[in-house]
Every structure is written in structure tokens, then in C-alpha cells.
């Protein structure tokens, strides 16, 4: 499967952005899927991710009640949503892609990335 990352850019701290995710060659109701981040010199980090059947969603705690991810299969696509953004969010956002009913934690058992997009929230 290939990924489209989307929706990056410059933001205000305490704005939002959405991110996109569009899958090609295959479905992503094949796989569960999320979002990752690596910031400047430091390991990449897992986000939030959404179910492959069931929908379950998970969540980082630091982004956790302030971010939403969803998924619509119809239009192969998932989206990410982050309110109350902080200059600690700065980081190229990846989309992710696993062929397991769950995403996880670990970036090492992820098997298909997007090409990654910057977001800079500034303060």
C-alpha cells in the first residue's frame, strides 16, 4: 500500500491542523493505521491510531483530549485532528499503515509508511 500524507504547515500555538492520510493500491480497511511524529533528534513516537474492523482508537497521552483520528474506508483515507496545539507537537507527522487488527505502540512493527509531513507550531 502506498501513503499520502497531507495538511502539514505552519500553525500558532493553541491552533489546530487535520492531517489526511490516503491510502493507494489497497484498502485501508485491510489494516489498521495511525500516525507517528519525529521531532528533531528524537526517536519517532507513536500518536494515535485507529482499529482495522472495530474503529478502537488509541492515543499518546500527550496528545490524548485534544486529538482525534478517524478513518472513512469509503474515500480510502484517514484523518487526524489536533486542538490546543503546542510547540512540543513540532514534528514531521507519519502516516502508518499495519496488516493486524491494531496499529500499536512500536514503531518496529509498523509495515508501511507515508513520506512524513512537517508541522511547526509556533509560540
Known amino acids: 500500500v502506498q501513503l499520502q500524507a497531507s495538511g502539514g504547515g505552519l500553525v500558532q500555538a493553541g491552533g489546530s491542523l487535520r492531517l489526511s492520510c490516503t491510502a493507494s493500491?489497497?484498502?485501508?480497511?485491510?489494516?489498521?493505521m495511525g500516525w507517528f511524529r519525529q521531532a528533531p533528534g528524537k526517536e519517532r513516537e507513536f500518536v494515535a491510531a485507529?482499529?482495522?474492523?472495530?474503529?478502537?482508537?488509541d492515543y499518546a497521552d500527550s496528545v490524548k483530549g485534544r486529538t482525534t483520528i478517524s478513518r472513512d474506508n469509503a474515500k480510502n483515507t484517514i484523518t487526524l485532528e489536533m486542538n490546543r496545539l503546542k510547540s512540543e507537537d513540532t514534528a514531521v507527522y507519519y502516516c502508518a499503515a499495519r496488516s493486524y487488527y491494531i496499529l500499536g505502540v512500536n514503531a518496529h512493527d509498523i509495515g508501511y509508511w507515508g513520506q512524513g509531513t512537517l508541522v511547526t507550531v509556533s509560540s
Open positions: 493500491e489497497r484498502s485501508v480497511s485491510s489494516f489498521a
Open positions: 485507529i482499529g482495522r474492523r472495530n474503529f478502537r482508537t
